[in-house]
């Protein structure tokens, strides 16, 4: 993880600064097996979707960066929301090209066929994170439709022709580790090396599986704890030795500090409903309801609330920078896929 400077900290209390992680819909296509998410809100309705492009274009004439990430539920099940508020973007951004501006997405890569990409990367979303559970046999035992049907060759088969775009984007395949899959993670990376490895815009990111969800139906069987470091090392030393790029933070939007985006004063998580969170995994605590964004792009914030996040750039404490949510509710940052909350050697 990168260091936390007296720059990271200044401009995370800039009001030239905007990052807003937004969840076009809280619904999943997928049903993967240690989901911790609870489908509660659908598509962001139209009041929501004028909330937030109200929002960014109050707030536009001051910015010189906005970063936004479109997060979910799955949110290319929401693609009118993302195509609203991306043209928004994109006229704000003409009116005001000095803005530097960085759209990213973390999407299952189901829905994302070349059409839908060709869309998204002219908004300049241009940072995707894809997650896999291994090789087909395994991943397709894990991250399953939500009929039940398997999702490996669609989502390779997306991936494939991504690569034949000649633009320029970053792609990180999160590979979910545990004891089922670890003996065919080198299967997978080789296979990642056959079809990627020329193409440095994509990339692997390597993480243990958590139990995620405290829901009694997950069997997971996850790494030993005394054994998992070792395994791990292994893993990314066989990726490195086949050349294979590894990212070592599994957001790209979090640029290149360690501090996660919650512990910003400049940085919100637009839900479907409107509410607005600072932590993209706690989203039932109340602890993490800190406001909401009303129609005319103003917003109603909890100050209370909202420092309890925001607290590490007082105190410079490098863990209530990189996770906040440790202190706030220790259990769910214990169990959370956040590589913020637990930090890989
Ligand atoms: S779990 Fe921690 S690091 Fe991850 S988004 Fe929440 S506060 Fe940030």
């Known amino acids: 993880m990168g260091k936390i400077s007296f720059a990271d900290v200044a401009s995370a209390l800039s009001d030239e600064a905007l990052h807003l992680v937004l969840m076009p819909t809280e619904q999943c296509n997928f049903r993967c097996i240690y989901c911790f998410e609870s489908f509660r809100h659908g ?6 979707v004028n909330a937030v492009e109200n929002l960014l274009t109050s707030r536009f004439d001051g910015l010189t960066y906005l970063v936004v990430s479109w997060y979910g539920g799955e949110p290319l099940l929401a693609m009118n929301v993302i195509a609203s508020v991306s043209e928004r973007i994109r006229s704000l951004l003409k009116s005001r090209p000095v803005v530097r501006y960085k759209g990213s997405m973390t999407t299952n890569g189901y829905l994302l066929t070349p059409e839908v990409f060709r869309k998204l990367l002219d ?16 991943h397709d035992r894990k991250r399953i439709r ?7 060759d669609r989502l390779w088969g997306n991936l494939i022709k991504m690569r ?21 993670a080198p299967e997978f990376l080789e296979q990642f090396a056959r079809d990627f490895g020329d193409d440095s815009r994509f990339a692997v990111y390597i993480i243990k599986l958590g139990q995620y969800s405290n829901s009694p139906s997950q069997n997971l069987n996850l790494l030993p704890p005394g054994d998992s470091d070792g395994i791990m090392k292994e893993i990314r030393e066989f990726a490195g030795a086949m050349k294979i790029p590894v990212r070592v933070a599994d957001r790209d939007d979090h640029e290149s500090s360690s501090m996660c985006f919650a512990a910003k004063l400049n940085s919100f998580v637009i839900r479907s409903n409107g509410e607005i969170s600072k932590c993209i995994v706690a989203l039932d605590q109340d602890a993490n309801h800190v406001g909401k964004v009303n129609e005319d792009g103003t917003l109603n914030l909890d100050r209370m609330k909202l420092l309890k996040w925001a607290r590490g750039l ?32």
Not at 43 to 48: H, N, W
Not at 123 to 138: A, C, M, N, V
Not at 146 to 152: H, I, K, L, N, Y
Not at 317 to 344: G, N, V
Request: proline share 10%; glycine share 4%.
């Open 314 to 345: 007082s105190s410079g404490e490098k863990q209530e920078l990189e996770c906040p949510l440790r202190d706030i509710d220790l259990r769910i940052a214990a169990r959370t896929s956040c590589a913020r909350a637990r930090p890989e050697p």
């Open 43 to 48: 598509a962001m309705p139209v009041p929501v």
């Open 123 to 138: 908004w300049r979303i241009l940072t995707y994170q894809i997650s896999f559970d291994g090789p087909k046999e395994h």
């Open 164 to 184: 034949a775009f000649p633009d320029s984007f970053a792609v990180t395949v999160r590979l979910h580790v545990d004891r089922d899959n670890f003996r065919q």
């Open 146 to 152: 939500a009929d039940g049907g398997p999702t490996f």
